[in-house]
Nanobody
Framework: QARLMESGGDSVQAGGSLRLSCVASGINNLRCMGWFRQSPGKEREGVAVIHLNGSTTYAESVKGRAVISRDQDNAEDTLYLQMSGLRPEDTATYYC???????????????????WGEGTQVTISS
């Protein structure tokens, strides 16, 4: 069964750090993966996307504060998002997403991905 499972969401104070993880199972040949977020009353937005070749792109709001990475060396295919300097405006549900397409980095803006996780909550207090 195709599944993306996020973890790592937490409640932290502003200025803190978090690492989100997403394990992909039951899905092969994922060439594009990314993190998106949505807070109440706002549209979903792309946070970061990574191509199979390692190329990455980030939302302006997180540039310099976030690093997306992927680990395929182990039996599991795991996507990470390391965030630092967290701000109250980073509060949102963070979703992992993935696609088979090599047309990848533009999906940060379009949000068009085939597979989605159920989300993990990140809450930043001031």
């Amino acid at each position: 069964q195709a599944r993306l499972m996020e973890s790592g969401g937490d409640s932290v104070q502003a200025g803190g750090s978090l690492r989100l993880s997403c394990v992909a199972s039951g899905i092969n040949n994922l060439r594009c993966m990314g993190w998106f977020r949505q807070s109440p009353g706002k549209e979903r937005e792309g946070v970061a996307v990574i191509h199979l070749n390692g190329s990455t792109t980030y939302a302006e709001s997180v540039k310099g504060r976030a690093v997306i990475s992927r680990d395929q060396d182990n039996a599991e295919d795991t996507l990470y998002l390391q965030m630092s300097g967290l701000r109250p405006e980073d509060t949102a549900t963070y979703y992992c997403a993935a696609d088979h397409s090599l047309i990848c980095l533009g999906r940060l803006r379009t949000g068009v991905m085939t597979y989605w996780g159920e989300g993990t909550q990140v809450t930043i207090s001031s």
